[in-house]
């Protein structure tokens, strides 16, 4: 428990200091523009304990069930909104990939299979999440800058200091109630910034579906993070 490295992200607009832990196991200090090295030193410091608890969670970082890497062929599935579905090479009317309870990819994307599977995902998590994030943000009674869908790894949504709420494409594979969390914790951040009580019992108390959706990321988080 010697060395504990963390990577500092000042904004001019933040006006609390947070300290997360993501899935990579990397350390992210979010800081005012202004604040001291060393008093984020001495704040890490009081963290340190927490900090260990984080990284060394056995559930949070465990191996991967399946390695990535599927192939986009015959008889392999892929995920969409929780369910694994059948993959077929076949032709298709639009001469793109289309869904009708199976993943149909046409023969002319032989050597771009994946891409093309990837591109889908994306278009379905801006028609699908960007419109539930709308009705949500309505809901709850704030407006953002922007919503965004973005590729990123190990982080599955993020409010930022302008309002911008980003939300990771990979979320279209898991189910609509972990969907439906994700949007909901971001948003509540535009109440609350920090992860106080506050924050917790307002997603709690939008989304009642919380601790199981928190769960089940924990648990299958690793296998939404494969391109397929």
Same mark, same amino acid.
């Given at each position: 428990?010697? %060395? ?16 997360? !832990? ?15 090295? +060393? ?16 990284? %060394? ?16 062929? %015959? ?26 309870? $199976? ?72 189910? #609509?109630?972990? !969907? ?7 948003? $509540? ?17 939008? %989304?009642?579906? #919380? ?15 494969? +391109?397929?």
């Amino acid at each position: 428990m010697n %060395n504990l490295e963390y990577k500092i992200v000042r904004s001019a607009r933040r006006k609390k200091l947070t300290i997360s !832990v993501e899935r990579d196991k990397s350390v992210v200090v979010h800081a005012p523009q202004d604040t001291p090295e +060393e008093t984020i030193r001495h704040i890490v410091e009081t963290k340190r304990r927490w900090l260990f608890d984080k990284l %060394n969670h056995s559930q949070k970082y465990q191996s991967r069930l399946h390695p990535p890497g599927k192939e986009v062929v %015959n008889g392999e599935s892929a995920p969409y909104l929780g369910r694994e579905y059948r993959i077929e090479i076949t032709e298709t009317e639009s001469g793109g990939v289309e869904f009708v309870r $199976a993943f149909l990819i046409p023969v002319s994307h032989q050597r771009k299979r994946r891409e093309a599977l990837k591109s889908w995902y994306i278009a379905r998590a801006k028609e699908t999440i960007l419109s539930r994030a709308g009705k949500k943000a309505h809901e709850l009674g704030v407006t953002y800058k922007a919503a965004k869908i973005v590729d990123r790894l190990y982080q599955w949504g993020s409010c930022t200091v302008d309002s911008t709420v980003n939300f990771n494409w990979r979320l279209i594979k898991a189910p #609509m109630f972990v !969907v439906d969390y994700v949007i909901t914790h971001e948003l $509540a951040h535009l109440l609350e910034n920090n992860h106080t009580d506050r924050f917790w019992n307002i997603v709690r108390a939008n %989304n009642p579906t #919380m601790a199981k959706a928190k769960s089940w990321l924990k648990e299958h988080g690793q296998l939404l993070e494969e +391109e397929v």
